[in-house]
């Protein structure tokens, strides 16, 4: 906790130059999460050759070098820090909805710099509730939420959707990443990449019980400016359809678009594709 705090107090233009080689380390040390990366990249961009698959797998483990920083930043940095190397666009959409008295989920994709995301848009927006898949380590657990209240109100485990469903009902703004594979109890196969992918009900399901508003909102890491960009969209509209499929494959096509735009920026390390429909090979070795 304390090397964490400390990573969160290192200015920026050091933690740019450490990124790159840090990012080296792992693509060479970290080799189970490397061929993982590889497997997501090499179905998901068909149409790359060889050379350009290596690149890029080289550059999403640079991105997570870099992110090793962001995540401190986001709990121990300086707000004044943080809005230096931020910008955050389409504030306006989430006070229209809130102004109403309406809840707003608040879609958004595991990228890299998610995290640091997260806490400069709740700097523009105002304190959010944030639902969280619980960590391996209750002391690295304790010291996240602990940090992350800073800029939230609460924090909800993944399988705690009872209190999420009150929180949204009470026209609270609740921040949601549910781009990960939780296995088919809780799925259905809607395509992601071109790939049938086990896609969580509860986004739906959560809109559908109380009716809040859907905004995504997307942060990326702009190298030319040296600034993390926040873009929060307007609000989804007929969502939900009544069709589950429908509206979930919607949200699966709003992420895909954005990966595309930085794809070295995205947790490609996560076995995404693990679930497979029933008479599929397995998709990891």
């Not at 990366?37 to 290596?54: D, K, V």
């Not at 994709?109 to 509730?129: E, M, N, R, Y």
Request: net charge positive; charged share 25%.
């Amino acid at each position: 906790m304390g090397f964490l705090w400390l990573l969160g107090k290192t200015p920026q233009w050091i933690a740019l130059g450490l990124s790159r080689p840090l990012g080296w380390l792992l693509l060479h040390t970290v080799r189970r999460r490397r061929r993982v990366a590889e497997r997501n990249l090499e179905r998901c961009f068909p149409e790359l050759e060889a050379r350009q698959h290596a690149e890029l797998v080289a550059a999403c483990f640079h991105s997570l070098g870099r992110m090793l920083f962001e995540m401190a930043w986001s709990w121990s940095a300086s707000d004044r820090f943080l809005r230096r190397i931020s910008r955050v666009e389409g504030v306006e959409e989430i006070h229209r909805e809130t102004a109403r008295g309406r809840g707003v989920m608040v879609i958004t994709a595991h990228f890299s710099c998610l995290d640091i995301g997260a806490h400069v848009a709740a700097l523009a927006v105002g304190k959010a509730g944030g639902i969280y898949r619980p960590l391996r380590s209750p002391v690295l657990e304790w010291y996240q939420n602990r940090s992350r209240a800073q800029w939230t109100e609460c924090m909800f485990r993944k399988n705690d959707l009872r209190s999420a469903v009150r929180y949204l009902r009470s026209g609270g703004v609740l921040w949601y990443a549910p781009d990960q594979d939780f296995g088919p109890d809780q799925s259905v196969f809607v395509p992601f990449f071109g790939i049938q992918t086990a896609t969580l009900r509860a986004t739906e399901r959560l809109v559908r019980l109380t009716g809040c508003a859907v905004i995504p909102m997307f942060p990326m890491y702009d190298a030319a400016e040296r600034k993390y960009r926040v873009k929060i969209w307007p609000a989804l509209k007929d969502f939900p359809s009544g069709n589950a499929s429908q509206d979930l494959a919607a949200i699966n096509a709003l992420m895909e678009a954005q990966v595309r735009q930085v794809p070295e920026q995205y947790w490609w390390v996560h076995r995404r594709f693990k679930t497979r429909p029933p008479g599929e090979p397995p998709f990891y070795d």
